[in-house]
């Protein structure tokens, strides 16, 4: 068996990442394609990484920023005061390992919202710094392919306010190689009854945005929900379920993963159909029809529910606290991605 080479520092790459077809976003977001490459670099495999990027199957309580099973991002926060987090960057790039940034949009050269709203919705991955020419490489998914996603920001002190929310990716545990059905045997009793009440919570509070109707920042904060927690929850889900000619999962097993997978397919749709409809002359008159895109994924996830209860799972008791938790995650989403008024985001 040939050794897999790794390179001198992190990269986007198709190979051997999770899902990547098309875009560098096919299933993950920003953030875990930044932490998929840092396990990628310290030797995980695809399998391996999967697992590590998994944790409870909860749409309400996990956050797909920070809660895994085999790593863990530290990060570190300055709003307003981004040049406090400088001297621990460059000290981290210095010493070899990469770093991720959530830039201040407001501050970042070029951007679209630069010099208008303190927006932190995207993550780059640093990986190098020349203090010679105060250039740093960052990996960006949104940046040329062809140049192996790579941007060079130039470092002044202007810049130094980019850098208002950072982290680093700790290992916390050792890669997880059990066969897919042992390793869904060990999770469906804790998974079934937090992805039945977690969908139920998730059809209730796309109601009542439908009811109230979406404004600019809701609808922002609902494209983050859906693309940046609930995909990447299901995708995630479903590749560490990984199906091999040696590992065969049993028909039922295969059928969560194929219903997860499923899942994932309906969250993206309507996540990026909400990020078209904000480009619309007149989103607020697009949303309504947008968010019909909700109903198939609310389909898709009963469909996993039930394929987890007749793999073993057990619906559990409804969870009164669910909904009213759910509700103050999107407000945090509003609040720490978005923090501007309905009329500023114009």
């Given at each position: 068996?040939?050794?897999?080479v790794?390179?001198?520092?992190?990269?986007?790459?198709?190979?051997?990442?999770?899902?990547?077809?098309?875009?560098?976003?096919?299933?993950?977001?920003?953030?875990?394609?930044?932490?998929?490459?840092?396990?990628?670099f310290?030797?995980?495999?695809?399998?391996?990484?999967?697992r590590?990027?998994?944790?409870?199957?909860?749409?309400?309580?996990?956050?797909?920023?920070?809660d895994?099973?085999?790593?863990?991002?530290?990060?570190?926060?300055a709003?307003?005061?981004?040049?406090?987090?400088?001297?621990?960057?460059?000290?981290?790039?210095?010493?070899?390992?990469?770093?991720?940034?959530?830039?201040?949009?407001?501050?970042?050269?070029?951007d679209?919202?630069?010099?208008?709203?303190?927006?932190?919705?995207?993550?780059?991955?640093?990986?190098?710094?020349?203090?010679?020419?105060?250039?740093?490489?960052?990996?960006?998914?949104?940046?040329?392919?062809?140049?192996?996603?790579?941007?060079l920001?130039?470092?002044?002190?202007?810049?130094?306010?980019?850098?208002?929310?950072?982290?680093?990716?700790?290992?916390?545990?050792?890669?997880?190689?059990?066969?897919?059905?042992?390793?869904?045997?060990?999770?469906?009793?804790?998974?079934?009854?937090?992805?039945?009440?977690?969908?139920?919570?998730?059809?209730?509070?796309?109601?009542?945005?439908?009811?109230?109707?979406?404004?600019?920042?809701?609808?922002?904060?609902?494209?983050?929900?859906?693309?940046?927690?609930?995909?990447?929850?299901?995708?995630?889900?479903?590749?560490?379920?990984?199906?091999?000619?040696?590992?065969?999962?049993?028909?039922?097993?295969?059928?969560?993963?194929?219903?997860?997978?499923?899942?994932?397919?309906?969250?993206?749709?309507?996540?990026?159909?909400?990020?078209?409809?904000?480009?619309?002359?007149?989103?607020?008159?697009?949303?309504?029809?947008?968010l019909?895109?909700?109903?198939?994924?609310?389909?898709?996830l009963?469909?996993?529910?039930?394929?987890?209860?007749?793999?073993?799972?057990a619906?559990?008791?409804?969870?009164p606290?669910?909904?009213?938790?759910?509700?103050?995650?999107?407000?945090?989403?509003?609040?720490?991605?978005?923090?501007?008024?309905?009329?500023?985001?114009?």
């Open positions: 068996m040939t050794a897999t790794h390179p001198r520092l992190p990269t986007f790459d198709q190979q051997g990442a999770l899902g990547w077809r098309d875009r560098a976003l096919d299933g993950l977001n920003c953030i875990l394609r930044c932490v998929e490459s840092v396990l990628r310290r030797g995980l495999e695809a399998l391996e990484v999967a590590a990027l998994n944790g409870a199957l909860d749409p309400v309580g996990r956050d797909l920023a920070k895994f099973d085999g790593c863990r991002v530290h990060y570190r926060t709003f307003g005061e981004g040049n406090r987090n400088v001297p621990f960057v460059l000290d981290r790039l210095g010493a070899g390992e990469p770093v991720m940034v959530l830039p201040d949009r407001f501050h970042l050269p070029g679209v919202y630069e010099g208008r709203y303190h927006f932190h919705d995207h993550a780059v991955l640093a990986v190098e710094f020349s203090p010679e020419r105060s250039e740093m490489t960052v990996l960006d998914t949104d940046a040329d392919p062809e140049n192996g996603f790579r941007r920001w130039e470092i002044t002190e202007a810049e130094h306010q980019l850098f208002t929310w950072v982290g680093t990716v700790e290992l916390t545990a050792k890669p997880d190689n059990r066969r897919g059905e042992d390793y869904f045997a060990a999770r469906v009793a804790g998974d079934t009854p937090l992805l039945i009440t977690g969908a139920a919570a998730l059809g209730a509070l796309i109601d009542e945005l439908t009811d109230a109707g979406l404004g600019l920042v809701t609808a922002r904060a609902l494209h983050v929900l859906v693309l940046g927690d609930i995909q990447p929850l299901l995708f995630i889900y479903g590749h560490s379920l990984a199906v091999t000619e040696d590992d065969a999962l049993p028909p039922e097993v295969a059928e969560v993963r194929a219903a997860a997978l499923a899942s994932r397919v309906c969250a993206k749709r309507l996540g990026t159909a909400l990020i078209a409809a904000h480009e619309n002359s007149e989103p607020q008159a697009v949303y309504p029809r947008v019909e895109l909700a109903r198939p994924l609310r389909t898709a009963d469909r996993l529910g039930v394929a987890l209860v007749a793999a073993g799972g619906q559990g008791p409804q969870d606290e669910a909904l009213p938790r759910l509700r103050e995650r999107f407000a945090h989403i509003e609040r720490s991605c978005f923090p501007v008024s309905e009329d500023a985001a114009t």
